[in-house]
């Protein structure tokens, strides 16, 4: 189900994870691709352009989730926004505080309608509920026998008789009553289009039973015909959801991700088969993950729930308390700095140390020379900055644009953390209890690596 979107979004976001960025120009054209895979779904057109708007406005406006690479993100918005479209929430059903709980199906021909209301009983019995089925499509010769099949299969007894729809069902209804049964569902006569007949039928039989649930049954592989005769239906109907049958051979999913957006009604039952197993209630998130790909959702989840990458954070202090902590774990620490929060963060972990230092603030476009500085230096003059002489100072100004003072400045302050660091370790009492705490931090964040890469 679902195949070619799917295959066509997994087309677009593969070339998008692995960029460590997203120009404007990757997002425009991720966004089109987006665009021709929903449309070439059959999405309904107003549909893909809301999707599409909204997408762009979350990736472009965005504080981007610290923890997200910008694929990753990519892929969050477009899986909350498929999910959106999809409905939300599953519905919960409800029962009536007065039984029977009513549900009526309408539909049109072949929409599987009969086959579902033997699978919603089913469904309802291992609920927990005693339901009826009331056979009211008088239409087709063979409906109730097929009804009363279907029924037999769910162990449900079905109630008919050879008079007209509307007191059937009003008999059914009596029936079921009298029977003590807590849900009856209404199995309705379907026509090849949606007609002034076929309508005033199923609204005359609506005001006799009056219906908790009224549920249009659409067929899937009808595309955007289906969401129309959604719209038909509920103008005359009042539907309280959709229940959309034979996606198990809807290579598309257009109707799917349309019919919540246009009606306004969500799907609450979603058939995947001819069997009676093949049916449960409509989940928009399990739809989305397999829209997109449950590899691309499970490592997303993962990584949102390692939000600012503690470990690390605490490996770089033990690096720090044993005086290994070079230039080039503070480019990488600053480099992280966007995803870890500031490095006051950092800082703040220290145990023992000064409030003053702990709340210093860390400012993102201070940041941007002292990268740029950094980034000029030799590995070499990274690990061992004792080495940066005049004529490497004025190198490395030369190649960050800054000036020999601000090299200085940055070489200094690093000198001044370095010692400070070192200080600490030797105060009485706290090296040792740091390099404990250290040493776990570092194996916890070993273990987690290991973890990671199984
Ligand atoms: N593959 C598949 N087939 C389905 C599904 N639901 C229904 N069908 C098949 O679709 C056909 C029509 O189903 P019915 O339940 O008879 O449809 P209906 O809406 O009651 O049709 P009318 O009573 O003639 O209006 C049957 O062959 C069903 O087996 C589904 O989810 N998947
Ligand atoms: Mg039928």
Known sequence: MFESLSDRFDAVLTRLRGKGRLSEADVDEALREIRLALLSADVNLRVVRDFVTRVREQLVGADLAASLTPGQQVVKVVHEELRRILGGETLRVTFAPRPPTVVLLAGLQGAGKTTTAGKLAAWFRRQGRQPLLVGADLQRPAAVEQLRILGAEAGVPVWSEPTDPVSVAARGLEEARRLGKDVLIVDTAGRLSVD???MGEVRRISEVVEPHYTFLVIDAMTGQDAVATAEAFHKALELDGVIITKIDGDARGGAALSVKEVVGRPIVFAST???????????????????????????????????????EAERAVARLQEGSFTLEDFLEQMQQLKKMGPLSGLVGMIPGLPKEVRNAEVDDDAMKPIEAIIHSMTPEERRNPAIINGSRRSRIAAGSGTTTTEVNSLLERFKQMQSMMKGMANLPGMGRRMSKSATKAARRSNNKKKKRGR
């Open 196 to 198: 002034e007949e076929l």
């Open 273 to 311: 088969g001819e069997k009676q197993a093949d049916f449960d209630l409509f989940h928009p998130d399990r739809m989305a993950d397999r829209i997109l790909g449950m590899g691309d959702v499970l490592s997303l989840i993962e990584k949102a729930e390692a939000v600012v990458d503690q470990a």
